[in-house]
């Protein structure tokens, strides 16, 4: 980290204030405020003023800029007007930059809802604010304005995920947290198009944002828990981020509990998910539990998620079985949903769509199997204690925020740049400046970082060093050198009996035959299945949903399709039970069992709650 270059005293509000023109348009004025609550802008037009307000919550980074260098073929008579309204830009540091040009670009990025279309509702559309400063004379001096901003709204960003940073005096440092991450990518999950989604969608929000990452692309089954149960991982200060399916997550879960700091590990790291895969189950619970539009671009809000830092504490449960242990954070299922989880393989390249394809297959040759299931049954009163308990995040303080909104109008578009200038009018010390609007789609921005180092640890998303090995100065490679070593799955001590125990005789024992038992502990299962409506990410609740033999087939069709809605938890002839514990013994073979979503050997096994959370990456409230 480098040391403190420069200190700015900010003890009034607003932090910073311009004023902007639009020349196009006579007697429009813009009046830009930056506060610790966002990017103020007051618009007055022939005597009306309009406001209008982009919430910090919504701003995710910024960069400073310069204008790029016009090539050598370029046509020297370009229409100025299309050089205002698509400036050319590149890294402050370039060798590509125009050394004439003395303004300075700020890009802010923010990603604003907005009202479509959609499932939700609701969607995040990208907003870029520009600032091009000059006013002076010296492209030093612009700059020096420009980076004042930039100071001031990152250390705006992050004094909210750390509260002790004073938001009236500002420390500039480079930078002021360490927020470097690793992502975890399985190329081959859900319709394999992992590393194109990473390289298209998240790494472009990961540059904005000013994150830095590492990337490791798995090759193996496991290999994601190999590699997180070796490596030093306290040097992701902004987390380790599975990017795939349910089940890379549940690798990096299993290999933080095979290390011998497992406990601090969990209490250090933070986990977050990136969907790529089928189900997508945890993503998509993330989002509604904090009321984010999910459907229109699961990659886009899982990826804010990261960049923004915030965490949220996550159940997770122990799941025994006579050969191994192991800690799911999702489901464990026996029988129907299983049976169309793991049998719909076949159909991967249909996506999501698997699964409703396979549903009917099953329901039409149903399947009945025999088991003794016993369960630790949570009391009514107990249980409403919970539903009536506000989640607290561990180590954050987020302070109450009044309710900032932006209507979307045609006034700022897609794209917001404000521009400084000395115009002719203007005498001695006069600044003015512009405001003008284009689409994001006309700008030219080189990514690149300031001190030369690419942020992508691979060259092309079909490069072979993609495809092996992507994480710098790693302990993955000596793995293989080092011959096998003794691996031990460690967590806090058991509260129930051992499999090869009886059951308390408090629990709840039923006898007979079952279509299936699935167990949940989040609200989603997939994208598009509410298996547990009230389910929270740490209720300390597992919900066991029973279906026994006998049901009808009207009343089954009745809960596959209530899945999407969560309504299948009123559907006759089936139960929904919320436990500590349970344990399920298979009494006729040929049975799936899955825990979330990758099978297990069939047999006899039992699930607890244990009291260790992890600390997952959400928005904030």
């Known amino acids: ?346 159909l991967r390249a249909l996506g999501g769509q698997r699964f409703a394809v396979w549903s009917i297959a099953r329901l039409i040759g149903l399947r009945t199997y025999t088991a003794r299931l016993s369960y630790l049954r949570i009391p009514d009163h107990e249980l409403s204690l919970v539903n009536c308990a506000t989640p607290v995040t561990p180590g954050i303080t987020v302070a109450s925020q009044d309710n900032l909104s932006l209507p979307h109008s045609a006034s700022l578009g897609d794209s917001i740049n404000l521009e400084t200038e000395a115009s002719e009018e203007m005498t001695g010390s006069d600044c003015r400046k512009f405001f003008k609007i284009c689409h994001p789609q006309k700008q030219h921005i080189v990514n690149a970082d300031s001190d030369g180092v690419r942020r992508d640890s691979f060259y092309s998303v079909a490069s072979r060093r993609s495809t092996y090995l992507s994480v710098s100065g790693s302990s993955y490679l000596s793995l293989a050198e080092d011959g096998p070593e003794e691996v031990m799955m460690y967590g806090p001590a058991s509260n129930i009996p051992a499999l090869s125990q009886p059951v308390p005789q408090e629990w709840t024992v039923h006898q007979g035959d079952f279509v299936m038992v699935h167990a949940v502990y989040k609200s989603h299962i997939a994208a598009d299945c509410v298996m547990a409506p009230d389910s929270k990410l740490s209720d300390n609740v597992i919900w066991l949903s029973i279906i026994k033999a006998g049901i009808s087939r009207t009343h089954l069709l009745q809960y596959l399709l209530g899945l999407s809605s969560g309504s299948h938890v009123n559907v006759a002839q089936t139960e929904m039970v919320p436990v500590r514990a349970f344990r399920l013994e298979p009494q006729s073979p040929g049975s799936y069992v899955t825990v979330d979503g990758e099978r297990i050997p069939d047999g006899p096994f039992q699930v607890e709650m244990v009291p260790v959370c992890a600390n997952v990456l959400a928005r904030s409230q």
């Open 1 to 346: 980290m480098m040391e403190p270059t420069e200190e700015v005293n900010i003890n009034v509000r607003p932090m910073l204030e311009e004023t902007f023109y639009i020349l196009s348009k006579k007697n429009t004025v813009y009046r830009v405020k930056l506060t610790e609550k966002g990017l103020c802008l007051q618009k007055e037009h022939n005597g009306n003023i309009k406001n209008e307000t982009i919430s910090l919550s919504d701003i995710i980074g910024c960069r400073c800029m310069r204008r790029k260098r016009r090539s050598e073929n370029s046509c020297a008579c370009h229409p100025s007007s299309i050089r205002k309204h698509d400036p050319r830009v590149v890294e402050e540091n370039s060798a590509d930059k125009d050394e004439s040009d003395i303004s300075a670009y700020l890009y802010i990025y923010s990603y604003i809802l907005k009202n479509c279309k959609v499932k939700s509702g609701q969607k995040r559309d990208r907003m870029t604010i520009t600032l091009r400063f000059r006013s002076f004379d010296k492209y030093e001096d612009n700059m020096r304005e420009a980076q004042k901003w930039k100071s001031s709204i990152k250390h705006l960003i992050h004094s909210r995920m750390n509260p002790q940073l004073s938001p009236g005096k500002i420390v500039l440092t480079e930078p002021l947290i360490e927020n470097k991450v690793l992502v975890l990518l399985n190329p081959k999950s859900g319709q394999g198009k992992g590393r194109d989604v990473f390289q298209s969608r998240v790494v472009p929000l990961l540059t904005e944002a000013d994150v830095n990452y590492d990337l490791h692309v798995t090759r193996y089954a496991d290999d994601a828990r190999t590699l997180v149960r070796s490596l030093d991982i306290y040097q992701y200060g902004g987390g380790l981020i599975a990017m795939g399916g349910d089940g890379i997550l549940f690798e990096i879960i299993n290999g933080m509990m095979e290390r011998l700091d497992w406990e601090t590990a969990f209490q250090k790291l933070k986990l977050g998910i990136i969907p790529c895969g089928s189900g997508n189950g945890l993503a998509k619970t993330i989002s509604h539990q904090f009321n984010e539009p999910y459907d229109h671009s699961p990659v886009l809000v899982s990826a804010l998620n990261v960049v923004r830092g915030f965490t949220t504490p996550m159940d997770l449960v122990r799941v025994q079985t006579p050969s191994q242990t192991m800690f799911s954070f999702l489901s464990v299922g026996w029988g129907l949903l299983s049976d169309i989880d793991i049998e719909s393989e076949r």
